[in-house]
């Protein structure tokens, strides 16, 4: 059974935190690893995506990647309240092709 | 602009009446994805298509059917066998099923029971 697992939250910070969010994974294999915010009735949108070991930042964004342990962060730098949704962690395993399984989501809130 | 339409916007389904919810992109993708999500819930997979005229069950897929005559479309039918049907539907597509890449989604069609 290949699952993707979150906390559910809610995750509350004040304004200018971090906020740090994390993603575990269960196949070894897996290769990319995806996070989407998604606002409150809205669809998800693609915020940060990362293949291999170690960090990748894009701006207030760090994804930080383990594969030894398993688990995937996205940490968020200087927190605005408009970043308040919930964060999907999305994991392709590696199944003859690519399926990727989407975790149940962190809702974030941030207090400003 | 490039991107994925998907309408209507919200549809209610009456007892026993097949609806359809449509999905188009102008990406040039191959790979095109029908989910369900559930208030609170994470994305269940209903189908998928990896290219034109195939297709295949997810892991919901009961009371729903899809095609795929066309790139640019991959249209999904809630049947009146789905007893549930209420939920947020999502499409999403990337450009082919066998790669590392991620899927992007359409707005959304949000169904509900008269």
């Known amino acids: 059974q290949k699952e993707v697992e979150q906390n559910s939250g809610p995750l509350s910070v004040p304004e200018g935190a971090i906020a740090s969010l994390n993603c575990t994974y269960s196949?070894?294999?897996?290769?990319?690893f995806f996070w989407y915010r998604q606002y409150s009735g809205k669809s998800p949108e693609l915020i940060m995506f990362?293949?291999?070991?170690g960090d990748k930042e894009d701006g207030r964004f760090t994804a930080q990647l383990n594969k030894a342990s398993q688990y995937v962060s996205l940490l968020i730098r200087d927190s605005q309240p408009s970043d308040s949704a919930t964060y999907l962690c999305a994991v392709n395993f590696n199944t003859g092709g690519f399926k990727t399984i989407f975790g149940a989501g962190t809702r974030l809130f941030v207090k400003a | 602009d490039g991107g994925i339409t998907q309408s209507p916007k919200y549809l209610f389904r009456k007892e026993g009446q097949n609806v359809t919810l449509s999905c188009e992109q102008n990406?040039?993708?191959?790979?095109m994805y029908w989910y369900r999500q559930d208030p609170g819930q994470g994305l269940r997979l209903i189908y998928y298509s990896q290219i034109v005229n195939d297709f295949q069950k997810g892991d919901i897929a009961e009371g729903y059917s899809v095609s795929r005559e066309k790139k640019e479309s991959f249209p999904l039918t809630v049947t009146s066998a789905q007893k549930n049907p209420t939920a947020f539907y999502l499409c999403?597509?990337?450009?082919?099923?066998?790669?590392?890449?991620?899927?992007?989604f359409g707005d959304g069609t949000r169904l509900s029971i008269l």
């Open positions: 999403a597509s990337k450009r082919t099923g066998n790669s590392n890449q991620p899927q992007h």
């Open positions: 990406l040039n993708h191959d790979a």
């Open positions: 196949d070894r294999g897996s290769q990319s």
């Open positions: 990362i293949y291999s070991n």
